[in-house]
């Protein structure tokens, strides 16, 4: 297909078209996740400006929200029966965060801006919600990431755990989105993803405000990425019998029981924090008192010491001063025997 026949087969596109009919779908939400500033809103404007072949614009403001709050969803409609979701971002890929992304994902919580009161958690939330889910969407997940970003050791655990947990809430297998393609290790990447087990990686250099030159390339990259997301609804359609609400439900229960399994294992490492906390408390405690101990016997120590160092001196004293006197008695017994013997010599 050439680049207008691909636009007007995505334009075109509608469930009603499908083999076996629409069962209950009429719109096809592709939800973008990932960590902040690699590129969801960028890829945003890129697939507008490609597909509407208009002026370029920032409509899904890239970069300018990094302060958003993670909690909002904003839809920007591509065609009549697709829509692309801004799922803001992620900074940390932690139990909480990923419960956040997973409600997103399952399209548990509304779109558009909600102002959620204080204290709201996730659960009360996906309650507060529930009147409002939309049952009619078919939600295909898309993971981007910027190849400028290498990747650690543990982020890559966690991203294939959170990439397979993805596709288990949702059915579909994510596909990777790979951006600033021209900036960074797109081989590296690329294999890094394929190790986690990601089928469908696509790479783009994302249009922006100060780069957005139309090349065939870039537009027919775009649209072929658009065509796959078509191709696999298809195919999901086609081989698998669908019931939106029954699955709503079923992701619901999923997410709610994700969040109930990570509270519990947040609660037994505060446990476990709190027992490690005393066993330190209890060994400082007994190190002191070991301590206490040990000073308290080189002080009656160093007093023996002293005590028998003083004994030791008046002893000395004592065998000085019996030295002398015994000195001064034969020094006066001496003197007696001269003395007598004077006398002798004098008769
Ligand atoms: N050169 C280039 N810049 C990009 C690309 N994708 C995103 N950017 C820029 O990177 C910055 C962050 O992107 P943004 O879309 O706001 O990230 P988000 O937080 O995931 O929505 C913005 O300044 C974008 O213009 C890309 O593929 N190439
Ligand atoms: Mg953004």
């Not at 590129?39 to 945003?44: E, H, P, V, Y």
């Not at 990686?201 to 780069?211: A, Q």
């Not at 003083?310 to 006066?332: G, I, V, Y």
Request: aromatic residues 8%.
């Amino acid at each position: 297909m050439d680049i207008e026949e691909l636009r007007r087969h995505i334009n075109s596109f509608s469930f009603e078209k499908c083999k076996n009919g629409d069962q209950g779908f009429n719109r096809i939400l592709i939800q973008l996740f990932g960590f902040l500033g690699h590129g969801k809103s960028a890829f945003i404007n890129t697939c507008i400006y490609v597909l509407e072949d208009g002026e370029y614009q920032n409509w899904a403001k890239a970069k300018e929200d990094y302060a958003g709050s993670t909690l909002e969803r904003i839809p920007y409609k591509l065609t009549s029966n697709i829509t692309l979701v801004d799922n803001r971002g992620l900074s940390k890929m932690d139990g909480y965060e990923t419960g956040e992304i997973f409600a997103q994902l399952g399209n548990l919580l509304p779109l558009g801006k909600v102002e959620w009161a204080k204290g709201f958690e996730l659960n009360d939330r996906i309650t507060r919600a529930e009147k409002s889910m939309i049952t009619s969407d078919f939600i295909f997940p898309v993971f981007v990431h910027s190849v400028k970003n290498s990747i650690p050791e543990e982020e890559q655990k966690n991203i294939q755990k959170v990439l397979l947990k993805c596709r288990d809430l949702t059915g579909v297998s994510p596909i990777v989105v790979l951006t600033h393609k021209n900036s960074g290790k797109l081989t590296d990447t690329e294999n890094v993803f394929r190790n986690m087990g990601a089928e469908r990686i696509f790479s783009f250099e994302n249009y922006t405000k100060e780069d957005h030159f139309k090349t065939r390339g870039r537009h027919e990259e775009v649209l072929k990425f658009l065509h796959e997301v078509i191709k696999d609804v298809h195919f999901r359609i086609e081989h698998q019998p669908h019931d939106p609400i029954k699955e709503i439900i079923e992701r619901k229960n999923f997410v709610i029981t994700y969040i109930h399994n990570c509270e519990k294992k947040a609660q037994q490492e505060n446990i476990e924090k709190k027992r490690a906390m005393a066993k330190i408390q209890q060994e400082k405690k007994i190190s002191e008192q070991e301590e206490e101990i040990r000073r308290e016997r080189e002080k009656r120590r160093q007093e023996q010491a002293m005590e028998l160092e003083m004994k030791k001196e008046e002893l000395e004293r004592q065998r000085r001063r019996e030295q002398e006197r015994q000195n001064h008695e034969l020094q006066a017994a001496q003197e007696k025997q001269k003395k007598k013997k004077g006398k002798w010599k004098f008769f």
